[in-house]
């Protein structure tokens, strides 16, 4: 019997990948950006962040949960010192839009005062939520906070929000993959796909 569970497969020219997209296919619209378009990506922004942050230890903060992936990735992607910690914040408000009223579920175990503090984040959709954070970490007295994300949606340009390293600008669809979750599934896909409507209409 040939086994179908992930990362059961004896066959070595079967990707993981493609035995995700199996599983799931069937609730997915199309891919939008794939796992090599991502890694190419995070490449490129670990350069810039690098040549930009040359000579300052740089903290980077990961937003939980959603920022896993990013922050693995664009981590080991940089050659410079770094420091890592995590929060997690819980947007109030209603089904999946952002009130902009934040609450912080998991706090940073780092003192920001005076750290260079670049924020990770899987996605800016309307801003709320980093627009919230980065004023938080300033509050605290870092020395300067700037923001990394690896999607932006439209909405975000609208805010007042400064995503200085961004991955790519998507269309104004509900996406998943890449750490972009809906009901905590989808996280572990390689690529990042539009959800099918007939998921949540
Ligand atoms: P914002 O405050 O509206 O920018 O909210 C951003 C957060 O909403 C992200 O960190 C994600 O957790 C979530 N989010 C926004 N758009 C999507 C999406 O298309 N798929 C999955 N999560 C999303
Ligand atoms: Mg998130």
Redesign the pocket.
């Known amino acids: 019997m040939v086994s179908r569970h992930v990362g059961g497969s004896t066959n070595p020219q079967t990707r993981l990948a493609d035995v995700d997209a199996k599983h799931v296919a069937a609730d997915l619209d199309h891919v939008i950006v794939t796992a090599d378009e991502i890694a190419a990506k995070v490449t490129e922004m670990a350069e810039q962040i690098d040549a930009d942050y040359a000579g300052r230890d740089v903290l980077l903060v990961g937003?939980l949960n959603?920022a896993v992936m990013v922050m693995s990735d664009l981590s080991r992607a940089m050659r410079i010192h770094l420091t890592m910690d995590w929060m997690a914040v819980s947007?109030y408000g209603a089904g999946t839009k952002?009130s902009g009223v934040v609450r912080i579920l998991k706090d940073l175990t780092t003192d920001v005062l005076d750290k260079h503090v670049l924020i990770v984040?899987?996605?800016?959709?309307?801003?709320?939520?980093?627009s919230y954070l980065a004023d938080n970490l300033r509050g605290r007295g870092a020395a300067t906070v700037e923001i990394a994300a690896m999607f932006r949606?439209p909405?975000?340009l609208t805010t007042d929000v400064d995503v200085k390293y961004i991955g790519f600008d998507i269309p104004n669809?509900?996406?998943?993959g890449y750490g972009?979750?809906?009901n905590g599934h989808y996280r572990n896909l390689r690529d990042v796909a539009v959800l099918g409507k007939h998921m949540y209409q």
């Open positions: 937003v959603g947007s952002s984040e899987d996605i800016v959709d309307t801003g709320l939520t980093l949606k909405a975000a669809d509900f996406v998943v972009l979750d809906f």
